[in-house]
C-alpha cells in the first residue's frame, strides 16, 4: 500500500534530490525539475524510455515537453502528495 512520505523519510528521501536539480512544487505536496535536451529527439528518446519505467512500475509522470525541454512533476494522486514511488520515479529520470 503506498502512503504519503513521512517527514522522516521525507529527510532521507528528498534530501538528496532536491540537491540534485528537483525542486518542491508551491502550493502542492510534489516535487519538478526541468530537464534540457540536445534537440528534440533526444528529448522524446529519453521520455520514451521514461514511459516505459512509468508503465512497468504503474506510477507515471505529469510531464510537458517543448522542443528540447520536459517538465516533469512528480506526486502520487492515489494519496494526494508524495510517496516513496516520486522518489523513486525521480531517481530513475535522473538515471536515464
Ligand atoms: C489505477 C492506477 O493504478 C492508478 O491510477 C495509478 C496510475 N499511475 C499513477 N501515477 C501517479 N503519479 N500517481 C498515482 O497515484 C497513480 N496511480
Known amino acids: 500500500m503506498t502512503e504519503k512520505l513521512s517527514d522522516t523519510a521525507r529527510k532521507t528521501v528528498l534530501e538528496p534530490l532536491l540537491e540534485s536539480g528537483w525542486e518542491m512544487v508551491e502550493g502542492r505536496d510534489a516535487i519538478a525539475k526541468t530537464y534540457q535536451f540536445k534537440d528534440f529527439t533526444e528529448a522524446f528518446a529519453w521520455m520514451t524510455r521514461a514511459a516505459l519505467w ?9 510531464w510537458f515537453n517543448v522542443y528540447k525541454t ?3 512533476t512528480l506526486s502520487t494522486h492515489d494519496v494526494g502528495g508524495l510517496s516513496s514511488l516520486d522518489a523513486k520515479l525521480a531517481r530513475k529520470l535522473d538515471s536515464l
Open 54 to 62: 512509468a508503465e512497468k512500475w504503474n506510477h507515471h509522470p505529469e
Open 70 to 72: 520536459v517538465q516533469v
